[in-house]
């Protein structure tokens, strides 16, 4: 995603504004190409800054809907405190998927509930079944028929 940054700001724009409506799914590669890159431009604009040129950057780029970063402390009962410039939207009951990383990270993800007719889509086997329906799409591996008749026939 460094070579070009017109496709930057492309990849940006679909995370930001697609991605993160439903994070979860057959673009979940995708989106960890992204969020790299995001990690990478992150670490490089806050490089040699002040404390306070961080906070004014994680605060503007916050304002902006952009992924951001602050310093909270964790208590001796284990709980934090979410600032609300991170919470964004959340509701206060939201469900969060705590996952700690191989790389020591710990990552909250906001879940949505998902109604009970629907579970079948989310699971496991119906979600590598759309990452290969996006993948022969992607590399061409489809026909396209001008009416059912044709498809029929086909």
Known sequence: ???????????????????????????????????????????ATARGHSFAARWDYCNTVLRRGRRAEMLV?????????????LRGQLPADSLLDVVLRDDGVIELRP????????????????????????EDYRRGRYETFDDVESFLAE
């Open 1 to 43: 995603m460094e070579e070009n940054p017109d496709d930057d700001r492309g990849e940006l724009r679909w995370y930001l504004e697609e991605y993160l409506q439903f994070p979860y799914g057959a673009e979940r590669e995708r989106a960890q190409r992204v969020e790299a890159a995001m990690e990478r431009w992150g670490e």
């Open 73 to 85: 402390k964790l208590t001796e009962r284990g709980t934090i405190t979410i600032p609300k410039e």
């Open 111 to 134: 879940q949505l509930t998902v109604d009970a007719t629907q579970a079948w889509f989310w699971s496991e086997r119906w979600q590598r079944m759309e990452r290969e329906a996006d």
